[in-house]
Nanobody, 127 residues
Framework: QVQLVESGGGLVQAGDSLRLSCAAS????????MGWFRQAPGKEREFVGR????????DYANSVKGRFTVTRDNAKNEAFLQMNNLKPEDTAEYYC????????????????????WGQGTQVTVSS
């Protein structure tokens, strides 16, 4: 079983950048696909991006494509979400998640695919 801890959230202005980290422990990190999701108050949890265990497959939601970048460092058991040109609509609690499941790519966009979740980190973007 893997444990996940996010960090790096904060309050920024529109146009600024943030880098979120997700530290994993308790498993072989490269066995897990990692997903990033976000949830704003009163809204459903939303897919942001995901990366395969090897790092060779990366996928993004259209709303963040070109602004956000998902990476991972399997040697350090960490995943990252680099967020550039942040907008007020990016304000949400951000979560990293992990799964060992091997599925068609589309399924990694669904939060129910993931078995392990971090506690979340808040990102607030002011206009």
């Amino acid at each position: 079983q893997v444990q996940l801890v996010e960090s790096g959230g904060g309050l920024v202005q529109a146009g600024d950048s943030l880098r979120l980290s997700c530290a994993a422990s308790g498993g072989t990190f490269s066995d897990y696909a990692m997903g990033w999701f976000r949830q704003a108050p009163g809204k459903e949890r939303e897919f942001v991006g995901r990366i395969s265990g090897s790092g060779g497959i990366i996928d993004y939601a259209n709303s963040v494509k070109g602004r956000f970048t998902v990476t991972r460092d399997n040697a350090k058991n960490e995943a990252f979400l680099q967020m550039n040109n942040l907008k007020p609509e990016d304000t949400a609690e951000y979560y990293c998640a992990a799964t060992k499941k091997i599925l068609l790519g589309t399924f990694y966009r669904f939060h129910r695919t993931y078995d392990y979740w971090g506690q979340g980190t808040q990102v607030t973007v002011s206009s």
